[in-house]
């Protein structure tokens, strides 16, 4: 049997080791729900509910009486995280992480050494990591945002730009989302905002700080994930390239999209803005819809997001602004004329 001694990890050589460990999150199951370092696992020491059990005993009859309670609550169950240990383990190595890198991180150590696995315990826990994150993406980095409403075929062509080497994060990738009110259709479930921080955090610390990253342009939110504020303060203060395109050009790719949803879930997604598109609006939008006339109902909706959009771009964004005006909807077309305008900008 091999001796236990615990070894604590800082953040930056954690993160360097988790590149070829895996990571082990022993937090209960709601905490590594919230967020958790990307592509760690969760083999928690305690369930929501006895983690629940084990924090009120502490702060109510002290650490003693919390660890008994917590052994007599995970005894039975052991052998099955000492197993899943294993099973993860690489070449006998674990990382391991809980909040602040106290009891919790240190008993999973001990019964993972009891299988002679060598484990590194994260100093300061998740909690560290967390600082980090936020830390790192506060960073600058020398980025050019992609813009254009609604329709324009942002996604499609940040994909070809990054097929012609150049470096891009996908945001809307990253939210599931697409950004609009009917965004979340055909998404897998959104992330909360701390993973979603913590997933563009894995992303932003390996972009070369020597060239430029692409960014779509995108709201504060993408539906229910929010970016943190210094992220999306420097998405604003960027170079923006926003590509012009009339709503006959955009129709079709739109109708394709959506028209293959059920027309009741279209309606029940128009009448959560009908507020913004205005009551008559709204009704046309869906007796569109009711007839199949996708094309008039996007047309409806289109109106208010291209106003929306214009709007917000000459109110918030303070970085530079080039507008590219293009009349097709042809994906390598737009990308020529996008990179070429990206050549007025210096970075």
């Not at 507020?275 to 709204?282: F, I, V, W």
């Not at 994906?331 to 004329?337: L, Q, S």
Request: hydrophobic share 35%; net charge neutral; aromatic share 8%.
């Amino acid at each position: 049997m091999a001796s236990h001694s615990l070894n604590k990890t800082d953040i930056a050589t954690f993160l360097m080791l988790a590149e070829s460990i895996p990571v082990v999150d022993v937090r209960s199951p709601s905490e590594y729900k919230s967020g958790h370092i990307p592509g760690a696992f969760n083999i928690p020491l305690f369930d929501d509910s006895e983690r629940a059990i084990v924090g009120t005993l502490y702060k109510k009859e002290g650490r003693s009486k919390a660890v008994l309670k917590g052994i007599e609550l995970t005894g039975p169950s052991m052998h099955h995280k000492l197993q899943a240990g294993l099973e993860i383990a690489r070449e006998g190595r674990l990382l391991v992480n809980c909040w602040r890198g106290g009891m919790r991180s240190e008993a999973m150590a001990w019964l993972f050494s009891l299988g002679n696995i060598t484990t590194e315990v994260l100093d300061g826990g998740y909690k560290s990591y967390r600082h980090h994150v936020l830390s790192g993406l506060a960073e600058k980095r020398r980025t050019i945002i992609l813009g254009g409403m609604t329709g324009s075929s942002k996604t499609h062509i940040l994909k070809h730009i990054s097929k012609q080497n150049n470096q891009v994060i996908d945001l809307e990738g990253l939210a599931n989302h697409k950004g609009s009110a009917f965004g979340a259709l055909g998404q897998l479930p959104q992330p909360s905002s701390e993973h979603f921080s913590n997933l563009l955090f894995d992303q932003w610390s390996k972009v070369d700080v020597n060239l430029p990253v692409w960014i779509e342009d995108e709201s504060h939110n993408i539906g229910t994930v929010f970016m943190p504020d210094c992220f999306y303060d420097h998405i604003l203060s960027s170079p923006t390239i926003i590509l012009m395109m009339n709503v006959e050009n955009r129709l079709p790719r739109l109708i394709e999209e959506y028209s293959q949803y059920p027309p009741g879930l279209l309606k029940d997604l128009v009448l959560k803005i009908s507020k913004r598109l205005g009551g008559d609006n709204a009704r046309e939008a869906l007796c569109a819809i009711d007839t199949g006339d996708f094309a008039k109902a996007i047309e409806i909706t289109l109106r208010y997001y291209d106003k929306t959009y214009l709007y917000s771009i000459s109110r918030n964004h303070t970085g530079k602004l080039i507008y590219v005006e293009t009349d097709t909807d042809d994906i390598e077309v737009n990308t020529f004329k996008v990179l070429e305008a990206s050549k007025q900008i210096t970075l």
